[in-house]
């Protein structure tokens, strides 16, 4: 029970860093950017290439989440900004993304061919033991970066007049343009930030992995649903509680149902949770906030 | 005498609108510095279209709009907004999910790496509205729809603009909070600022500004002053307003 708990926490994190990829661009543009998976692909694919060719595994790490971001940045350029320029509230993108997804993830394929590649190696040898459960040091490490960076993201967004733009941008973007916002740089910006979340997600799973091109996809649609149950749309931390919730659930379904069960089990759930509270778990109206708001009345006084 | 001083606003034969459609038709008009001026006119006369333009949240098809010294014609709106104009939207607009002082401060975008020159704009809005103050904190989604109405006015005083845009500060408030608005306004007068008003409201309209311009159907249909309004009882203006 323990140790799917907390190799599910593990996985979990990695969800949680690829759904906040997608809430932090969401969150400006409106835009899903369903080529998420695939812009964690590449940073795992050139991690991997640059180790191959005899470079340090920091530098290799730092290139492999450098071309994450100029990827991302690329695919608010290509698929997502003349989309928006043509129409603010049209749903181009949804098609305009998922190509730029298959183009990357097939270009990738090209490049360096379908099968794996060996990633290097972190942490190598180290281990955690919790009772009878055992973590290795690598999923010690994504659980630390993941919440590291969840909160430091979310103390940016709440303490910093970039942050708070950013709130402003998500509510009225009109209204931000208003008082001075330049909307498509800070678009920009959130979409380099999603290239940063998505490649560190993906040098974190790496070594699990390895390095193959069509990695992007899977990890894309378990990013994806952890915004969704968690409420990343309205929160962006709230896609790291959902990436957690799935892995512990996608683990628990392979211990306690059956070996593949997490490929459609956490469907179920995505499906159940947003019948129940369709704007996620821990977004701001949704169940996990109406409950704490109920067992503590006095709170909305304080605020 | 306005008209000879240096405009604040000059627009030209100004066409702009949604769409493929127009919704103002060769508009002209002219703001002189520290005159305060109010558009009026029946729903749908296109007044809010013409503070939208000025502002650059649609863009005109033909014309041009002058601010100060800036042709801000085709200009982004965060352009203008970076001291040319500032605006206080028709159902104020805040920005809900953040507090008062928040909402003041991000109207002071571009003046962010001066922080003593944001503080001085940030006293002076609460010299204006003390219960800003008070509700400095609080998050703008709990305050009243006047309160709510001071954060939109403090929020387009912060970037401290050639020309301040109003678009119905009085409606939906009640008389207490639209006398506070009303008197805030003549305060700005007092203090020099250039303003175009758009108000349903006749009287607040000849309290506060000197001129009179009178849309219908996307038109200016007529232009007068305060004192001739007054003078005539109100008659021209009633006639177009119905």
């Known amino acids: 029970m323990l140790q799917f708990i907390l190799s599910g926490i593990a996985i979990g994190a990695v969800y949680g860093l690829i759904g906040m990829a997608l809430a932090i661009s969401f969150y400006v543009t409106r835009v899903i950017n369903f080529a998420q998976g695939q812009i964690m692909m590449i940073a795992m694919m050139i991690t991997a290439t640059a180790t191959a060719a005899g470079l340090p595994t920091a530098v290799a790490l730092v290139l492999g989440i450098l071309s994450a971001v100029i990827v991302a940045v690329l695919s608010y350029y290509i698929a997502v900004k003349p989309i928006l320029a043509f129409n603010r509230f049209s749903f181009g993108w949804l098609v305009s993304t998922l190509g730029f997804a298959v183009i990357v993830e097939n270009g990738a394929a090209y490049v360096w061919g379908p099968t794996s590649r060996p990633f290097p190696q972190m942490l190598n040898g180290l281990s955690l033991h919790l009772g009878n459960a055992v973590l290795t040091g690598q999923q010690v490490l994504s659980i630390a970066v993941a919440l590291l960076l969840a909160a430091f993201f979310e103390l940016v967004r709440k303490r910093t007049l970039f942050g708070k733009l950013g709130v402003a941008i998500a509510a009225d973007p009109e209204m931000a343009s208003a008082v001075g916002a330049n909307t498509s740089l800070v678009a920009v910006v959130a979409f380099a930030i999603s290239g940063v979340f998505a490649g560190i997600a993906g040098v974190l799973i790496g070594p699990d992995t390895f390095a193959n091109p069509y990695l992007g996809h899977t990890y894309g649609i378990f990013g994806f649903i952890a915004m969704m149950i968690g409420g990343g749309t309205e929160r962006p931390v709230a896609a790291m509680f959902g990436g957690l919730l799935l892995g512990v659930l996608g683990e628990g379904a392979n211990a306690l149902i059956d070996s593949q069960a997490s490929d459609w089990f956490p469907f179920v759930v995505l499906v159940i949770i947003l019948v129940v509270t369709p704007r996620g778990l821990f977004s701001g109206g949704g169940l996990w906030e109406r409950a704490w708001r109920r067992a503590l009345p006095a709170r909305r006084e304080a605020a | ?242």
């Open chain 2, 1 to 242: 005498m306005m008209s000879a001083a240096e405009p604040a606003l000059q627009i030209a034969a100004l066409s702009a609108g949604y769409g493929r459609f127009d919704v103002i038709h060769d508009i002209s008009l002219r703001v002189a510095k520290g005159e305060a001026v109010a558009l009026l006119g029946p729903n749908g006369a296109g007044k809010t279209t013409v503070l939208r333009s000025i502002m650059g949240l649609i863009k005109n098809r033909r014309g041009s709009i002058v601010v100060g010294k800036t042709d801000v014609s085709g200009l982004p709106a965060y352009r203008i907004a970076s001291g040319h104009a500032a605006i206080a939207p028709e159902g104020r607009r805040l920005f809900t999910d953040l507090s008062v002082e928040d909402n003041l401060v991000l109207g002071a975008l571009r003046l962010r790496r001066d922080k003593r020159r944001v503080q001085a704009l940030l006293d002076s809005v609460y010299e204006l509205f003390p219960v800003l103050r008070t509700y400095r904190k609080r998050r703008s989604s709990f305050l009243s729809g006047g309160e709510q109405q001071m954060v939109a006015i403090g929020r387009m005083l912060m970037s401290d603009p050639e020309l301040l845009l109003l678009d119905e500060p009085s409606i939906a408030l009640s008389p207490v909070a639209v006398d506070l608005v009303a008197k805030a306004l003549l305060e700005l007068r007092r203090k020099g600022a250039s303003l175009l008003l758009v108000e349903q409201r006749v009287d607040i309209a000849v309290a506060v500004c000197d001129r009179l311009y009178i849309m219908r159907h996307g038109e200016i249909v007529e232009e007068t002053t305060a004192t001739m309004a007054r003078e005539d009882g109100f008659n021209m203006i009633e006639k177009y307003l119905g």
